[in-house]
């Protein structure tokens, strides 16, 4: 919800990125405020994810260019773990499985590094096993989850569950849903999109990625992005999703295309 | 001991000096024993990296050290040990740099568990003699190891457990063998029988109450008899100084099965010989091990499994953590006799790098003489993965917690294996502390 006396929580400007000397973002721009859902669209290889995972800190993308703020600070200053504690959440795309470290175990050591982080008491086993059973039934998730590996052998809808069951115990003040509805049938979309929308509120910030629009019937963007070749190329409301649902990719940005020597 | 023992090597001399003369026994065949086996340890050398079965670990640090034989016990107090007890286990051995302490063990009899024998070794021998003399001295060969011939030379006391027909006892039986006096060396004998269709769970759990050298050179020897079933922990948590030099060997009757977790964390040099004889059709053995070192550690795990009859499985799963400048070794054989069609085996060795200094060596041997058998192995050495490390970061774990945790799983694959649930939790503490650098 845009609204008056919101904050810049994330300023990107000019971003660049590169993945082994390939530059994939080319100079990205984005302003993000509290209270507000932005969408960013875009084909395959677009470059939504490398964002994504650059805003998180990934080690792979190196920043060739342009600047990040966050609330205020050089993102690019915090190591992955201080960008989280700082309260930036990415959901991944395609969450990995670390067998063997108990799902269990894993929230509860990420929710109170974050809790201590923050100067709030930390919850011992079972206290957590209550809380996290309450944060779970929001997205209608059996509680056997916690005894597994971490999303060892979870369905992709499963995976995405556990995605966002992280951000509701990490309560983060930007996160970022790389394709959340992917993998997802349609009760599981309306579960999970609900449970964002409860999480949603007038100091935190929320970046969707997604390709399909579908996503967007569920929870309201006040900003539609198109990503493409690297930028972002196009900005309007949410009407803009359903342009491109209809029209497709190709018309957006042609016009603004940049010569070849830029 | 005979002269010839003395002369043939200076170290030998070193470790024998003082070693008390032990009293000849009433019974021949054990007395005989002992004989061929101060014969042959006066025969063999200390292995040197030269040797292809000890081409990684370097005993000269051990030449270095002198040894004298445990003098008479420290007193040892129950709260002295009780850190060490485990909750489940109904029984209890223990052991005093090698001597049987009677006073903080609870042997079977205690129990009423008619006909089962657990108590040790020295005190049992002659009125069980029929029961043991078919199985002593059988198992672990000491024709070319050096070690197993001076346990076999110096063979006098450690735990006898004989499990009789048809019983399951259930409460896991504890030998605690613990080190307590400097630059002492001792050598404890077990021998665990499972007799036709009974069923034990036995924890041979070496631990130290001693910071500085000494050495432990143990031999256990384990029969499990038709239809039988023996559950096997070994932890070995010696001192961070010490010498240990363990070897085990089990035979395995007609449909019988043996289950081992051996977790080695503790010692400066350690060496574990585990040889498992697949001696009669339908036998099935389940090996796994964890060796977690770091600093300066040494840790070597030979195994051998020799599928001698058909219809015979095995399954191990191996694992090597090392840090810093720690060099594990992993060798693990599996043989496959002629005549033993239908063996279904699969070997895994997974280890895991901590640091660039640190350093494993690991090898897979299969021998397979029989045509129609289903064999596998297979080995990695790695590193953590960068991507789950990036996934924790990414939830605000540092990047040491990251670490731990990641290391922490790898092990637990092994000891989350132990089926006694408070040796687990304890270890899996041990294993975090152990992986904890902050
Ligand atoms: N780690 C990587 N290594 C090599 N190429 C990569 C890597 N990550 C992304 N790319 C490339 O960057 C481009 C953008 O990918 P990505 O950001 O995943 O797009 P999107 O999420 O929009 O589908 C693609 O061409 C992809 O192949
Ligand atoms: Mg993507």
Redesign the pocket.
């Given at each position: 919800m845009i609204h008056q006396d919101s904050k810049t929580i994330l300023e990107v400007s000019g971003l660049r990125a590169a993945?082994?000397g390939?530059e994939?973002l080319k100079g990205v721009d984005l302003i993000v405020k509290s209270g507000e859902v932005h969408a960013i669209m875009?084909t395959?290889?677009?470059?939504?994810?490398?964002?994504a995972k650059v805003l998180a800190g990934h080690s792979?993308y190196q920043v060739t260019g342009g600047s990040v703020l966050f609330e205020g600070r050089n993102l690019f200053d915090l190591e992955p773990e201080e960008r989280a504690r700082a309260g930036v959440f990415l959901a991944f795309?395609y969450p990995i499985e670390i067998p063997g470290v108990s799902n269990s175990h894993f929230l509860r050591l990420a929710y109170n590094t974050l809790q201590s982080q923050r100067g709030k008491d930390e919850l011992d086993p079972l206290e957590f096993e209550d809380f996290v059973r309450e944060k779970m039934r929001l997205l209608e998730m059996n509680p056997n989850f916690l005894d597994r590996g971490v999303n060892e052998g979870f369905s992709g809808g499963e995976k995405k569950r556990n995605e966002i069951l992280q951000m509701a115990l990490l309560e983060p003040r930007l996160a970022i849903l790389d394709e959340t509805d992917s993998g997802l049938d349609i009760d599981a979309l309306r579960i999970v999109t609900n449970g964002v929308n409860k999480l949603a509120n007038k100091d935190n910030a929320i970046i969707l990625v997604t390709h399909y629009q579908r996503m967007l019937n569920y929870i309201e963007p006040d900003y539609v992005h198109v990503?493409r070749g690297g930028r972002i190329v196009k900005t309007g409301g949410k009407e803009l999703a359903l342009d491109l649902e209809t029209r497709g990719y190709d018309w957006v940005g042609v016009e603004r295309r940049a010569p070849a020597s830029a | 001991m005979s002269m010839s023992l003395v002369n043939s090597n200076s170290y030998l001399e070193s470790l024998l000096q003082g070693q008390p003369r032990l009293q000849p026994s009433p019974l021949a065949w054990f007395n005989q024993l002992r004989a061929n086996a101060v014969d042959h340890a006066g025969r063999l050398k200390l292995p040197t990296t030269r040797d292809e079965e000890w081409r990684f670990t370097d005993l000269s640090p051990l030449v270095r050290q002198s040894f004298q034989p445990a003098r008479t016990a420290a007193a040892l107090q129950s709260a002295d040990v009780e850190h060490f007890s485990v909750a489940e286990a109904a029984i209890r051995l223990v052991f005093v740099d090698g001597k049987y302490m009677p006073e903080l063990s609870t042997p079977a009899e205690r129990l009423g568990n008619r006909g089962l024998i657990v108590t040790n070794l020295a005190s049992a021998i002659t009125a069980n003699a029929e029961a043991i003399e078919p199985h002593l001295g059988q198992y672990a060969r000491f024709e070319d190891n050096l070690f197993a011939a001076l346990n076999t030379a110096f063979l006098h006391d450690g735990a006898l457990v004989i499990v009789p027909r048809d019983a399951a006892i259930d409460t896991p039986v504890h030998v605690l063998l613990i080190a307590t006096q400097p630059e002492a060396a001792s050598h404890p004998r077990c021998l665990f029988i499972a007799e036709a269709g009974s069923e034990v769970t036995i924890l041979e759990d070496y631990v130290s109450l001693n910071e500085a050298a000494y050495i432990t050179n143990a031999v256990t020897e384990i029969a499990v008899g038709d239809n039988a079933r023996i559950s096997h922990i070994r932890v070995q948590r010696d001192g961070i100084e010490a010498f240990h030099i363990g070897n085990c060997a089990v035979s395995l009757a007609h449909a019988s099965r043996y289950r081992s977790v051996s977790v080695a964390l503790g010692a400066r040099i350690s060496r574990y010989d585990l040889n498992t004889v697949l001696d009669a059709e339908g036998a099935e053995c389940v090996i796994d091990g964890l060796a977690l070192i770091h600093d300066h550690q040494l840790a070597d795990t030979h195994s051998s499994i020799d599928h001698a009859k058909p219809n015979c499985t095995s399954r191990q799963l191996h694992k090597c953590i090392a840090d810093d400048s720690a060099h594990a070794v992993f060798n693990g054989k599996v043989m496959v006799r002629p005549d033993a069609q239908n063996t279904d085996s699969a070997q895994s060795s997974r280890n895991l790098l901590l640091n660039a200094k640190a350093r494993i060596d690991t090898k897979p041997q299969l021998e397979i003489f029989a045509n129609d058998v289903k064999c596998t192995h297979g080995a990695t050495v790695g590193q953590l993965d960068s991507e789950e490390l990036f996934y924790l970061k990414s939830r605000g774990l540092s990047g040491v917690a990251a670490r731990n945790l990641l290391t922490y799983a790898f092990g637990a694959e092994i000891i989350d294996r132990i089926p006694i649930a408070s040796l687990k939790y304890r270890l899996e503490q041990t294993v975090l502390e152990q992986t904890k650098k902050n």
């Open positions: 993945v082994d390939v994939i875009g395959n290889g677009s470059g939504k994810s490398t964002f792979a795309q990503m | -």
